[in-house]
């Protein structure tokens, strides 16, 4: 089964955007990550936060975390075309001594 | 290439045929996983082993797969008697850690993708 929850679904903006997606989880955590997939492909790691952290930066990417609220959000500043793709949120367990498991995703097109 | 790799890349197969797929993680992780993706979802786990050791296994792996890192290197995933429903995509990833955690990033292949007819 699958422990996050992406919010929304599938997001389409336009390019110079920022796109924001949402994830939800249930039990305690380690760590969160986020992924990004293109069609047909396999993923791509994009960045960490651990579960004392609150937010974290990496180029015109910004996640948050709320542990007390169990989710975490990804901002993607100034969206190209080539931010198309889907973006998955990955849990492990509290003592991180359980595999990945991910959310279903958010799809996001950005037009040009 | 020092990445993960998958073999094949894509696999047409007839219900009831065996089929297998090879994943040559990155050459110093210890720890490969395989995951399953159907269209629309968020890849789901299915093993995982820390150097030969097959030490998780999903209830979604029934007796009619079969995983091995024989060397602790490469590893296969076979599925026997294919069904319809097996159709996805079968995902690699490698990492490094510790035993028994599951810390860090992982590094996915591209993936391996079943039809069955």
């Known amino acids: 089964s699958q422990q996050g929850e992406e919010d929304p679904q599938a997001l389409s903006i336009q390019e110079g955007e920022n796109a924001t997606m949402n994830c939800s989880y249930k039990?305690?955590?380690?760590?969160l990550q986020w992924y990004r997939q293109n069609s047909g492909r396999g993923l791509v790691h994009l960045i960490l936060i651990r579960s004392n952290e609150r937010e974290k930066h990496s180029g015109r990417l910004r996640v948050t975390l709320d542990t007390s609220k169990k989710s975490s959000s990804l901002l993607i500043t100034a969206s190209r075309a080539a931010d198309t793709a889907s973006y998955f949120c990955?849990?492990?367990?509290?003592?991180?001594?359980?595999?990945?498991?991910f959310g279903k995703g958010t799809r996001l097109s950005v037009i040009a | 290439d020092t990445g993960v790799s998958q073999n094949p890349r894509h696999k047409i197969t007839k219900r009831g045929q065996n089929v297998t797929f090879r994943c040559d993680p990155i050459?110093?992780?210890?720890?490969l996983y395989w995951y399953r993706q159907t269209l629309g979802q968020g890849p789901e786990f299915l093993t995982y082993f820390q150097n030969e050791a097959q030490l998780e296994k999903s209830r979604l792996l029934s007796d009619r797969f079969s995983a091995e890192r024989p060397k602790g290197s490469f590893s296969t995933l076979e599925i026997q008697r294919t069904e319809q429903g097996d159709s996805a995509m079968y995902l690699c990833?490698?990492?490094?850690?510790?035993?028994?955690?599951?810390?860090?990033?992982?590094?996915f292949g591209e993936g391996s993708r079943l039809t069955v007819l």
């Open positions: 050459s110093e992780h210890n720890r």
């Open positions: 990955a849990t492990d367990g509290n003592s991180g001594n359980t595999p990945l498991v």
């Open positions: 039990t305690s955590i380690n760590n």
């Open positions: 990833a490698s990492s490094l850690g510790r035993i028994g955690t599951h810390t860090g990033e992982l590094f």
